[in-house]
């Protein structure tokens, strides 16, 4: 790892926050949340369509450290990023969105029901979490105390 700040991509898959017709609250909060800890943070907003997920995955693989997405991990039609996300990865970590889905039973049932994966692309580690704010509060709990742990694991990689 070099001496620059770690970097992150935070990804909001949704279409009406890609619309601009709704505010990407969960998107903010993780940005806050992750540059208060010393990441440099990037942001990007793409629609729920598998092609416009993997196109924006594929342009960050490699040049940033972590990537995360925020929002359609769920059970409906337009629920695609793990769909997106599966294909490009080498490696996946299946504890981290395990985790994630366990503490967030603690607060809603529901939350078991998240499709989201993890893993290891090009030396970017990779994390889907649910788009609600309260749902990415639950996977940046699990996160950040083990992010630069596996940030450094991963390894150096060419930056473009």
């Given amino acids: 790892m ?5 970097s992150i991509l935070v990804l909001t898959v949704s279409d009406s926050i890609h619309s601009g017709e709704r505010e990407d609250k969960a998107g903010t909060l993780a940005a ?3 540059a208060a800890h ?16 993997r196109e924006e995955l594929e342009r960050h693989l490699g040049s940033v450290d972590v990537i995360l997405t ?3 991990t769920g059970l409906s ?6 769909d997106a996300t599966l294909p490009l ?7 981290i969105p395990d985790a994630i889905r366990m503490l967030g039973r603690s607060q809603t049932p529901a939350a078991i029901l998240s499709r ?23 996977g940046l709990a699990i996160l950040l105390p083990v992010l630069e742990h596996a940030s450094d694991a991963i ?3 060419e930056r473009s």
């Fill in 116 to 138: 989201g994966v993890a893993g290891v692309a090009k030396g970017t580690l990779v994390v889907n979490l649910p788009g609600g704010s309260g749902a990415v509060r639950d």
């Fill in 77 to 82: 039609s337009r629920d695609v990023t793990p």
């Fill in 89 to 95: 990865l080498e490696r996946t970590i299946p504890g």
């Fill in 38 to 53: 010393g990441w440099e943070v990037r942001r990007a907003a793409v629609p729920d369509e598998v092609g416009a997920i």
């Fill in 32 to 34: 806050a949340a992750l």
């Fill in 155 to 157: 390894g150096e990689r």
């Fill in 70 to 72: 925020a929002g359609g």
């Fill in 2 to 6: 070099s001496d620059s700040a770690r």
